[in-house]
């Protein structure tokens, strides 16, 4: 998946000016391949070599028709991350949910999850938005759902911003996360 870019408006508010924040995008192999569960590994020999996909962490990973037919919508998905509610996981990413309506041939209760991180960019008023992982939360998840409180989440706009200026964010005071400057 190729990379994109986009720009944020933020208006000013209570004294702060406003800012034009510009996110650029990055796209890991794992939007359109599922990696081996904890503790296994995918035999390519059944599953055929020419599904081998090798990530960035060296982890063979499969190609998957289902994720890949998905992948056409997270660089849409992405242009719409201002106003998004994104939630602390309890490490050092987020997450964003789309639910099955945009989803072809999905029940409209399905969860389309999205991980990423935001860092801080080399240029002013940028930061760097990597998509770590996208799927459908189904039996064959890689992980167990994240279970949040209604304080675990910050709206990307204010999430993008912090990160620009290489202040902290903090989710609420009884999760423990505290993640610093980046």
């Known amino acids: 998946m190729r990379g994109t870019s986009f720009q944020i408006d933020i208006p000013s508010a209570a004294g702060q000016p406003r800012v034009l924040l510009t996110v650029n ?9 599922r990696g081996p569960k904890e503790g296994d590994h995918i035999d390519f020999h059944l599953a055929g070599v020419e599904r081998m996909v090798i990530d960035h962490r060296r982890i063979k990973r499969e190609f998957k028709e289902d994720r890949h037919a998905l ?17 602390f996981t309890g490490k050092e990413n987020f997450l964003t949910l789309e639910l099955g309506e945009i989803l072809p041939g999905y029940d409209a209760h399905t969860k ?8 801080k960019d080399d240029h002013k008023n940028t930061v760097k938005l990597f998509i770590e992982s996208v799927y459908v939360r189904d039996e064959h998840a890689e992980n167990e759902p994240v279970n949040f409180k209604k304080e ?17 964010v903090r989710g609420h005071k009884g999760n423990n996360l505290k993640l610093g400057k980046r």
């Open 152 to 168: 675990d989440k910050i709206t990307a706009w204010k999430l993008f911003l912090k990160r620009a200026r290489g202040q902290p």
């Open 112 to 119: 389309y999850e999205i991980y990423f991180n935001v860092r």
């Open 71 to 87: 992948s056409f919508l997270p660089p849409e998905i992405v242009r719409t991350f201002k106003d998004r509610r994104c939630f």
């Open 25 to 33: 995008v990055e796209f890991s192999s794992h939007c359109v391949s």
